[in-house]
């Protein structure tokens, strides 16, 4: 473990290192359970995703039996990408270097050749798996196979995400976009699990919406449950299709790196992908179930300019944050204890890791 001592903050290292960077995606990121896609968009035999957690490539596809399969995307012969992107393989997976095929659930079963290979089993020549498994429609993966099952990853979450009055099984995507910003990835996660600069930096938005006073943040397991009361000021039209007054809204934070947060008339996803030390992919993900949609449905341009400028907001207050880290003199000196402890929270779990 590279983080041992106790303090108040990170160092400022931890945000900017290339070897820690490394270290993360060694640790973090190949044994936890992350976001890959929905069960909706692999509905048929053959049908897959891919995805890269860290430096893991993975693919997920819908087995013959209607199982969901998780593997590395790596050919065991040498070492090839196996599927790109997302599509249909045709009841096997063929290799595009020397075209070994394996079945949909990774068994070896034919190589070009075979003379070549005289002492080949193909019987002991599998893709190497990682553990798939589901909530609310969403796939979660974890790289490690031998890890600890998703409902014991989860612990209290979805029971507290079932506040939502929306079936989250049905929930569809309607939009997906992103933004790459020069911010390491915990500083996202860092302003996303406290709220005591709502009033300061979403001024003129959701600091007049959410009553930012009242919100609480309550550690679960690894994760954060996040109660997000809202005020009678609705704001502009953007702001509608978030709030209803007097109501709560029960959001979450799963690490390390996926944000839920379910509004009246949709459900968005922020979902976190480091690029390096200094850089990180946000994933912004639109879902509504079909009784949203019908009342309202989905406006793609309406929707991503009110993105546009709330996640500049928050955007440019991390990358001062980015920049100060340079300093000699940054430090963190204290924080306030209800509205910013999500993320001592998240240090701890961090320390588990790294």
């Not at 998780?70 to 270097?97: D, S």
Request: proline letters at 5%.
């Amino acid at each position: 473990m590279l983080l041992q001592t106790k303090q108040l903050g990170l160092p400022a290292k931890y945000y900017t290192d290339s070897e820690i960077f490394a270290h993360e995606l060694k640790t973090v990121w190949r044994s936890t359970w992350q976001l890959i896609g929905r069960q909706e968009t692999i509905p048929e035999p053959g049908d897959y995703l891919t995805y890269t957690l860290g430096e893991e490539p993975i693919f997920v596809i819908r087995a013959t039996d209607g199982s969901l399969q998780a593997m590395h995307n790596v050919c065991p012969h040498r070492g090839a990408k196996l599927l790109e992107g997302e599509g249909n393989c045709h009841h096997k997976i063929t290799c595009p270097y020397h075209a070994w095929t394996y079945s949909l659930d990774g068994q070896l079963i034919g190589i070009t050749k075979p003379k070549l290979f005289p002492n080949l089993d193909k019987s002991q020549i599998h893709l190497v798996r990682a553990r798939v498994e589901t909530w609310g429609g969403f796939i979660f993966v974890n790289p490690d196979a031998n890890g600890e099952s998703l409902d014991d990853y989860l612990v209290g979450m979805p029971a507290f995400l079932e506040h939502y009055d929306q079936d989250w099984n049905s929930l569809r995507e309607v939009d997906r976009w992103f933004y790459d910003q020069p911010i390491n990835w915990k500083l996202i996660v860092e302003n996303y699990v406290e709220d005591y600069h709502f009033e300061v930096v979403h001024n003129q938005g959701f600091g007049t919406v959410y009553d930012s006073d009242n919100i609480r943040s309550l550690p679960t397991g690894r994760h954060l449950r996040i109660e997000v009361p809202y005020t009678n000021n609705q704001g502009g039209e953007f702001f509608t299709s978030f709030s209803e007054a007097g109501k709560v809204s029960h959001q979450g934070y799963i690490f390390p790196n996926m944000m839920l947060n379910p509004h009246k008339k949709f459900l968005s996803v922020f979902h976190l992908i480091p690029l390096d030390a200094g850089n990180t992919r946000v994933e912004i993900i639109i879902y509504q179930a079909p009784s949203q949609f019908a009342g309202i449905p989905y406006r793609s341009q309406e929707f991503r300019q009110g993105f546009d400028v709330l996640m500049e907001e928050d955007f440019s207050i991390c990358r001062q944050i980015q920049a100060g880290l340079h300093s000699r003199a940054y430090q963190v000196t204290q924080l306030a204890e209800e509205h910013e402890l999500g993320v001592d929270h998240f240090h701890n779990v961090l320390s588990e890791y790294i």
